[in-house]
């Protein structure tokens, strides 16, 4: 039978000491790049929440504000051309794996300077240069994606990882338990992150899942899993740098579970609160603010000053300003773009061709 819990709501782990030993070598310029790394995010997603109620920004749009150390810390153990890809609330992990401020921004607007050339906006962000493999809309869609990726990997002989993201609500789908087991099976180097914020839009976790340990799902498939407290920084990039290592030396994958919390609605059209949780639940997790904990360990051990993190933030700032006004002088893709990138190329006999290599040269 399996094993139950009694519901009640995630909660981040304490964070184990807050000495300097936290930092892991980490000097002073890498730290305030991962706090900088996090600051842009935050203040990214508050200009988008701000274009989006000026209606600059259509459609869907899902905020990250409260999960910045969850995808900043996951990704900053990666090497370059390592592969990300996630759900529908992706902007900052784009950011995190290199994309730029103003191409997410245009994107954002449907302007033709952004990432995926206007055409797929907040959830369909895609940097194939950045080996950033989108944001898909599909709840739990981009889980086979991933196993797809990482089984390439394995195909080539390549020295690269996977990191797949997902939201807690992804677990229960289909896709979840048939890729987690093709991927231990086939010992893929893959890395499967559960971003456990507690809601599947309006639906508490505890009254969605029989099961209410998601790191426990793992043993169905005979595969390491592990805990980290998505709010802070260190916990998630010491757990995620041991799974990544493992993958990339031993091809074993591993799922894990990063308990975090959104201080925003599902998405822009979505209360903050008073339908599935009350003010006073939001306002006490943000006692727990990832920026705010990183911000107090790095003042604590002598690594961040007032104007240096006055600095940090004004830079943030700037960025998005300038990623907004990029977006506001993008133009609006012409009528053609509709046609444009609906079929691959093709070579004589029909075989579809991915590698740049030998791709057939496009008119």
């Known amino acids: 039978m399996a094993e139950t819990q009694a519901a009640k709501p995630p909660r981040a782990a304490e964070a184990p000491g807050r000495g300097a030993q ?4 980490l000097d002073r310029s890498a730290l305030h790049h991962l706090l900088w790394q996090m600051l ?33 810390g996951a990704i900053s153990v990666l090497q370059p051309d390592d592969y990300v ?8 992990h784009a950011l995190a794996k290199g994309m730029t401020s103003r191409e997410v921004m245009a994107e954002l607007y449907g302007r033709i300077d952004g990432c995926s050339k206007g055409k797929g906006g907040s959830m369909h962000l895609y940097g194939a240069k950045q080996n950033f ?34 939201g807690e609500a992804a677990v229960n789908q289909g896709a979840f338990h048939e890729s987690l087991n093709m991927a231990a099976l086939w010992k893929l180097p893959v890395v499967y992150i559960v971003e456990n914020n507690r809601f599947g839009m309006g639906t508490a976790w505890e009254r969605a899942s029989s099961l209410y340990d998601i790191s426990k799902k793992s043993c169905a498939y005979n595969m390491p899993s592990a805990v980290a407290d998505g ?12 799974a990544v290592d493992r993958a990339r030396e031993e091809s074993i994958p591993t799922l894990i579970e990063a308990r975090c919390y959104r201080f925003m609605g599902h998405s822009m059209s979505d209360p903050v609160h008073g339908v599935y949780r009350t003010r006073e ?14 911000i107090d360990l790095l003042k604590e051990n002598d690594m961040l000053t007032d104007e240096e993190l006055g600095a940090l933030d004004a830079r943030a700032r700037e960025d998005a300003e300038d990623a907004a006004a990029f977006a506001e002088q993008s133009p609006e893709p012409e009528s053609a773009e509709l046609y444009r990138d609906v079929y691959s190329v093709e070579s004589a006999q029909g075989r579809m061709y991915f590698d740049d290599l030998i791709r057939l040269p496009v008119e």
């Open 85 to 92: 890809i996630t759900a529908y609330r992706d902007h900052v």
């Open 281 to 294: 639940e939001v306002e006490e997790a943000k006692q727990k603010d990832p920026i705010r904990i990183f």
């Open 133 to 166: 493999l989108g944001g898909w809309g599909i709840v739990g869609g981009q889980i086979p994606l991933a196993l797809g990726a990482a089984w390439a990997i394995k195909y080539r002989k390549q020295d690269s990882v996977v990191l797949c993201f997902m």
């Open 22 to 25: 936290r930092f892991r070598g």
């Open 231 to 242: 709010m802070d920084i260190f916990s998630v990039r010491d757990t995620v740098q041991e």
């Open 40 to 72: 842009q995010g935050r203040r990214f997603e508050e200009k988008c929440a701000e274009a989006y109620a000026l209606g600059k920004i259509g459609g869907f749009c899902h905020l990250y504000i409260g999960q910045e150390a969850v995808a900043i």
